[in-house]
Nanobody, 122 residues
Framework: QVQLVESGGGLVQAGGSLRLSCAASGSIIRLDAMGWYRQAPGKQRELVAAITSPGGTNYADSVKGRFTISRDNAKNTVYLQMNSLKPEDTAVYYC????????????????WGQGTQVTVSS
């Protein structure tokens, strides 16, 4: 019904920048809130940033002022601009669609992408 595909991860030096993209496809009429999560080795998955359909945003304290989440509703795509990257930002980053209105006027919940690796070297 809904597929999420992340891209843009990679290896970067501390202080550098990366831009992640998450493209949603399938039987989508409208995406509701979207979010970026990350999971470092040996740690639990944590919320990095979230954005509502109208564009309201929320960030983890650890990334405030460095990361910016945005979305293009016409393209069903969410972005995460990551600046001033630190080694502690190293993790697999996952895109999440909280609620999706699909054809047939049905809401479906909680879709995840496959993840993209971000590695920040010191």
């Amino acid at each position: 019904q809904v597929q999420l595909v992340e891209s843009g991860g990679g290896l970067v030096q501390a202080g550098g920048s990366l831009r992640l993209s998450c493209a949603a496809s399938g039987s989508i009429i409208r995406l509701d809130a979207m979010g970026w999560y990350r999971q470092a080795p040996g740690k639990q998955r944590e919320l990095v940033a979230a954005i509502t359909s109208p564009g309201g945003t929320n960030y983890a304290d650890s990334v405030k002022g460095r990361f910016t989440i945005s979305r293009d509703n016409a393209k069903n795509t969410v972005y995460l601009q990551m600046n001033s990257l630190k080694p502690e930002d190293t993790a697999v980053y996952y895109c999440n669609a909280d609620k999706v209105l699909i054809y047939g006027s049905r809401w479906v919940n909680d879709y995840w992408g496959q993840g993209t690796q971000v590695t920040v070297s010191s």
